[in-house]
């Protein structure tokens, strides 16, 4: 099966801790992409990746870190020093300039 | 910055019912634009994706249209039914950095 997962679905941490968000995908694609998602508003872009070993900061890339050591995998911490880090987060996968793909979302909430 | 916004928020219908949904958008230099579904908790659905210089995509009951020009795209559904239900989202593809940019939806309910 083709797709991207996300993993966990759910995840609880006490503020402070910095928390590792998993994205995979085996579609081939050479973008990666994270976004969150706040209730009532659109998605908003973290960080994202073209190729392996390279990534970009989005519009909302503080607080944040990403890595890209293989074509598969782009993993998300949220740091401490992410202020509001209770929110829906999204992994996006495409061929460069192609449609993106999602994978299922984790729901961080930190107490 | 790009600018999207979608209206209405939301919107409720009776089953077979057609639905038009508006987006809107501020920066008419777009590569693409995308119409996603997203059910309550759940990912993103891609529905249908109209290149810059396309005038609208068609997907069975599903139908978008583009005007670029005027910074418009409307996505049609035929004869609503209750698994319609759900969020719709559109997205512009800037043609600069081809960066997606997000509406905020707009939730439909579909009433059996």
């Known amino acids: 099966d083709g797709g991207i997962t996300q993993s966990p679905k759910y995840l609880f941490r006490k503020e402070g801790q910095n928390v590792t968000l998993s994205c995979e995908q085996n579609?081939?694609?050479?973008?990666m992409y994270w976004y969150r998602q706040d209730p009532g508003q659109g998605l908003r872009l973290i960080y994202y990746s073209q190729i392996v070993n390279d990534f970009q900061k989005g519009d909302i890339a503080e607080g944040y870190s990403v890595s890209r050591e293989k074509k598969e995998s782009f993993p998300l911490t949220v740091t401490s020093a992410q202020k509001n880090p209770t929110a829906f987060y999204l992994c996006?996968?495409?061929?460069?300039?192609?449609?993106?793909?999602f994978g299922p979302g984790t729901r961080l909430t930190v107490t | 910055k790009q600018e999207v916004t979608q209206i209405p928020a939301a919107l409720s219908v009776p089953e077979g019912e057609n639905l038009v949904l508006n987006c809107s958008f501020t920066?008419?230099?777009?590569?693409?634009l995308q119409w996603f579904r997203q059910d309550p908790g759940k990912g993103l659905t891609s529905l249908l994706l109209?290149?810059?210089?396309?005038r609208e995509q068609t997907s069975g009951r599903l139908n978008a249209s583009l005007d670029k020009s005027s910074g418009r795209s409307t996505l049609y559904i035929a004869a609503s039914q209750p698994g319609d239900s759900a969020t719709y989202l559109c997205?512009?593809?800037?043609?600069?950095?081809?960066?997606?940019?997000f509406g905020a939806g707009t939730t439909v309910t579909v009433r059996a």
């Open positions: 579609l081939n694609h050479d973008a």
């Open positions: 996006a996968s495409s061929q460069v300039r192609d449609e993106q793909y």
């Open positions: 997205a512009v593809c800037g043609s600069n950095d081809y960066k997606l940019s």
């Open positions: 920066d008419s230099a777009i590569y693409n």
């Open positions: 109209i290149q810059s210089s396309q």
